[in-house]
């Protein structure tokens, strides 16, 4: 019985070596540096649609002051906006009530 159990024992010491030994796939990282990292990525992105937003921008008023020149044109895209304000204006309206009346629900 000591026999096997020595060779057993032995088995799982050479198997825990193999194991320390070999490279692992994927580093095991402290979590504050997990995090550092995640939030460096994500500043990235936002920089990246931040200045997405900001090229778009800039054409839009290039296009603006472009179709400016041209009285018609300008006076149909100034309603468009004027009309899409509104509605996200009483969108917006739409919210708040529906907040107040769950808040009256609640109550």
Same mark, same amino acid.
């Given at each position: ?11 799982? $010491?050479?198997?825990?070596? !193999?194991?320390?030994?070999? %490279?692992?796939?994927? %580093? ?6 997990? @995090?550092?990292?995640?939030? #460096?990525?994500? +500043?990235?992105? @936002? =920089? $990246? =649609? &931040? &200045? @997405? ?6 054409? #839009?008023?290039?296009?603006?002051? *472009? ?8 006076? *149909?895209?100034?309603? &468009?906006? +004027?009309? /899409?304000? #509104?509605? +996200?204006?009483?969108? /917006?309206?739409?919210? @708040?009530? $529906?907040?107040?009346?769950? /808040?009256?629900?609640? !109550?």
């Amino acid at each position: 019985m000591s026999m096997s159990h020595s060779r057993s024992s032995r088995r799982s $010491a050479s198997s825990a070596e !193999k194991l320390r030994k070999r %490279p692992t796939r994927f %580093p095991s990282l402290p979590r504050s540096v997990y @995090l550092m990292q995640l939030n #460096a990525y994500m +500043i990235k992105v @936002l =920089q $990246a =649609q &931040d &200045d @997405l937003v900001n090229s778009m921008r800039e054409a #839009a008023s290039k296009e603006l002051f *472009h179709v400016s020149h041209h009285h018609h044109s300008y006076e *149909h895209v100034l309603k &468009d906006l +004027i009309v /899409q304000d #509104a509605l +996200i204006v009483s969108i /917006q309206l739409l919210k @708040l009530e $529906a907040n107040s009346w769950d /808040q009256i629900g609640v !109550k």
